[in-house]
């Protein structure tokens, strides 16, 4: 069954930075544009970056100059660098199909991955 894997999460301090990856097993996903999901205690999951299949990427504003999304289509990896985390960017992260820009909704999911938890702690 087609499915991403997400790693690259962990505890750091406000301010501190993380590299979150993305890898999926199965099909190739260079076609499809692709988004970088959070979903915090809570709350619900929620696109907050997305890379289209020409390469754009669009961010939510929370996120906006912070984090930045890309991908490799030689390995079909995404990933997400993430700087200056704050408190509020504490949530399980997951990759999936995504839209043309932010506030677009893909128009399918592949099944969700188990997510990377990120924790940003003082």
């Known amino acids: 069954q087609v499915r991403f894997v997400e790693s690259g999460g962990g505890l750091v301090q406000p301010g501190e930075s993380l590299r979150l990856s993305c890898v999926p097993s199965?099909?190739?996903?260079?076609?499809?544009?692709m988004a970088w999901y959070r979903q915090g205690l809570g709350k619900q999951r929620e696109q907050i970056a997305t890379?289209?299949?020409?390469?754009?990427?669009d961010y939510i504003e929370a996120v906006k100059g912070r984090f930045t999304i890309s991908r490799d289509l030689g390995t079909n990896k995404v990933y997400l660098q993430m700087n200056n985390l704050k408190l509020d960017d504490t949530a399980v992260y997951y990759c999936?199909?995504?839209?043309?820009?932010?506030?677009?909704?893909?128009?399918?999911?592949?099944?969700w991955g188990p997510g990377t938890q990120v924790t940003v702690s003082s």
């Open positions: 890379i289209s299949v020409g390469g754009d990427p």
């Open positions: 999936n199909r995504g839209g043309a820009t932010v506030t677009q909704t893909a128009g399918a999911f592949v099944p």
């Open positions: 199965g099909n190739d996903f260079s076609g499809y544009h």
